[in-house]
């Protein structure tokens, strides 16, 4: 295959043309410890011994493997987004009657309840954060991704979690309000530790291009448009007024949980709202299935914001076929300039500590095939 973007700009800052969204498999010596942990077995001390060494090892192998930006892994997180809900003042970690439901499977029943006012005082996240940017060094960026302002109220909202809102906020624009100015907050506090590159997942536009989810919020009583422009609001509020330096992207994704997933549609229903409007410097967007419909929303993507498209799945070991991702990266730049795209993964190997459905080794040569790829593109 011959190179077709060979005149591109290269990229030397985020997103890079070759990727990650964030999490990786857990090894089994950290799902061992956390095991032990949980029955009593050994410290938290101890437990952090083990974080450490997994991630400092993960680390190393993310920048022998080419990426230029690493994670944690999310390595001390169970969820990808309610260990950072229960670091805010005002957050308390609750069980549901159930979890969240996908296709065949059902996750446990953890939820984040309001408890107070929401405030920020610090977190737990941010000491995660300074161990990543020692152990990353100064040749690779280290990235915090966090789960996004809007993925916050819509926990905030689920089930019964919804009756504790009108205790502490009778007024819903005040919790609008505190639950940006806390994220506006915990990224300074980022910042201050040296992190350049904030990443928000976020699964809530995902769920608005469901036309089955749009049926069950219109019954009880949800507009979509409402809901999408509440959903910019809180993004964008919490990401207004930061540094230049600092890159904030979003990536938007439609469940991953054991190798399944949630929701389905393409991305026209939300395309103007979230393409257009949303204030960060890059999507990064799940296009590994045919779920996810076709390019033809890219043409929303405003100004010169940036698209990783996720077309390698990371919930199945078997490789693509080169050739047809290199099709695909054409197709897509009928809508968006080359120069403007980059590739990854659809979302991490393991938004929850159960990891998806395939191996280390498997991981790691998915990353390999889309450095290939990527270098071949955009040589």
């Known amino acids: ?109 953890d939820s984040a309840r309001l408890s107070g006012k929401i405030r920020f005082s610090g977190h737990p996240f941010l000491a995660h954060y300074s161990f990543l940017k020692q152990a990353a060094g100064d040749d690779v960026t280290a990235r915090q991704t966090i789960p996004a302002p809007a993925q916050f109220f819509a926990e905030l909202v689920r089930g019964e979690n919804e009756k504790e809102i009108a205790k502490y906020y009778p007024d819903r624009k005040e919790l609008y309000k505190d639950i940006s100015a806390a994220y506006h907050k915990a990224i300074l ?10 990443q928000l997942d976020d699964c809530t536009w995902g769920m608005l291009c469901d036309q089955n989810f749009w049926a069950a919020m219109a019954g009880g009583g949800y507009d979509v448009l409402d809901l999408q422009n509440l959903y910019l609001r809180l993004n964008n509020d919490a ?17 991953n949980y054991h190798s399944t997933w949630a929701t389905s549609g393409g991305y026209e229903p939300v395309a103007e709202t979230l393409l257009g409007k949303e204030n960060v410097s890059a999507y990064y967007l799940e296009y590994d299935t045919d779920r996810a419909g076709d ?75 889309i450095k290939e790829i990527a270098e071949e593109v955009w040589k």
């Open 1 to 109: 295959m011959s190179i077709f973007f060979e005149n591109t700009t290269k990229r030397t800052k985020v997103p890079f043309r070759y990727d990650v969204v964030g999490s990786f498999l857990r090894p089994q010596t950290l799902k061992d410890a956390r095991e032990k942990y949980a029955a009593g077995k050994i410290t938290q001390a101890e437990l952090k011994q083990v974080e450490d060494e997994e991630i400092k090892k993960l680390v190393a192998k993310q920048k022998e493997s080419g990426l230029k930006a690493v994670t944690d892994g999310e390595f001390r997180r169970s969820y990808w987004h309610l260990d950072f809900f229960w670091g805010f003042d005002g957050v308390e970690h609750v069980i549901l009657e159930h979890g969240y439901f996908f296709h065949g499977e059902e996750t446990r029943a």
């Open 189 to 198: 506090a980022f910042y201050e530790l040296g992190c350049r590159n904030i």
């Open 239 to 255: 990401i207004t007024e930061l540094p230049e330096d600092l890159t904030v992207t979003t990536h938007v994704c439609r469940g």
């Open 295 to 369: 390019f033809s929303p890219l043409k929303q993507v405003s100004g010169n914001k940036l698209v990783v498209l996720g077309l390698i799945s990371s919930k199945t070991g078997e490789l693509e076929n080169k050739e047809q991702i290199i099709a695909r990266i054409q197709e897509a730049a009928q809508y968006i300039p080359a120069e403007r795209l980059c590739l990854s993964p659809q979302c991490g190997f393991a938004s929850t500590e159960e990891g998806n459905i395939l191996t280390e080794e498997q991981q790691w040569k998915k990353l390999a095939l």
